[in-house]
């Protein structure tokens, strides 16, 4: 296998993510892809199951995305969003406001995850502080969450989950609690909220999954409960569709499923269908109208140089068309049944302790995984892109790959955690 002169070259300028780099595998040079397909340097082809983060929900290489890039690329690139404005901008932000529905309608544009995760705890904090409120300026997380690597989400991450806990001391002081499962839970937690609700801004959670936490799912009567909880102690209630959002959970964002709705909500990752980096912090408008004064103080001071980057928004309406022109929802539903007929067997194994399929998220639970780094090769051998963390194994197709090739990806993750104890 020859290893390109790029590769040699550039590698030792690289930092990797969440990559001990003296030890991790180096990571494969890609230099095509298409459809669910990476195409390597050394001309092997690896199906994808994982959609780069699940980001990219039509497959890669799209050519109604593509297209609008292009258009976008020879009209204008980028402006500054301070003072100017421009037409994907804003009517991506009238298509978000009218697929959320009734109450979320004011887009704030940022260009990562985290810090649209940022924003909607800034807003939130300031919301109170604006209303003369002071004093407001925890959260309530849960444990299993994963909202992003910024020093304002880490203190929201699972404290116990060890991507952040290096930095324990230096973050702000968040009550992190368990997920309420079952009305004995709830009565706790409404019970704890009687004393820290003056003390709380907001309520943050990942709706239905949490995604990099774990993967670990939770029932809609869960986020009816949060919705309770955050009406009784008057509290925002905040929910990050970074994961969940655009189809990957079956319903275009998770809380449908659950007939209730968050005061703001986030949304990155699949928002530009994988192509640009891109972000939305949506509010109500209630959250809305405590910003809107003559005082100057009361204005959201916050404004990242790349806001509302015309080719991401480009990208971002381009993958809004697909979700209307293809049968996307559907797609991800016949995902979920595929999912967990074809991933069933897996439950036979000794060191596996739980199967379970969402929407087009399918997860493998080992009892552990000692060699990570042994199993991630072991399934590139076997064909597949596929990258386990902690004890889990998962797959998070794009929506729209096709049966023999899920076919495929299924199979080789049964044979590969069948062949050994990983
Ligand atoms: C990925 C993710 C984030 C962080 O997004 P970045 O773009 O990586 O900063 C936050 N919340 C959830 C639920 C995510 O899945």
Sequence with gaps: MQTPDWVARGQ??????????????????????????LELADGR???D???SWWTACHGYNHPHIAQAVRAQLDAMPHVMFGGLTHEPALTLARRLAALLGPGLDRVFYTDSGSVAVEVAMKMAVQFWLNQGERGRSRFLAFRGGYHGDTFGTMAVCDPDEGMHSLFRGMLAEHDIVDLPRDDAAMARLDAFLETRGPQLAGILVEPLVQGAGGMLLHDPEVLRRLRRLADRHGLLLIFDEIFTGFGRTGTLFAFEQAGIRPDIITLSKALTGG??????????????DA???????????????FMGNALAC???????????SEPRLAQARALSTALAAGLAPCRELAWVRDVRVLGAIGVVELDRIDDREALKRRLVEAGVWVRPFGNVVYLTPALTIAPDELDTLMRAVIAVLRAQRP
């Design 291 to 305: 910003f809107w004064s003559d005082d100057p103080s009361h204005a959201l001071m916050h404004g990242p140089t």
């Design 275 to 288: 192509t640009l980096p891109l972000a939305a912090t949506v509010a109500s408008s209630r959250v809305f």
């Design 45 to 47: 082809q690896l199906i």
């Design 314 to 324: 480009a990208a971002a309406n381009a993958s809004l068309d697909l979700f209307e």
């Design 49 to 51: 199951g994982v959609a």
């Design 12 to 37: 030792p300028h690289i930092w990797q993510p969440y990559a001990q780099m003296k030890t991790a595998t180096p990571p494969l040079p890609v230099v095509r892809s298409h459809g669910s397909r």
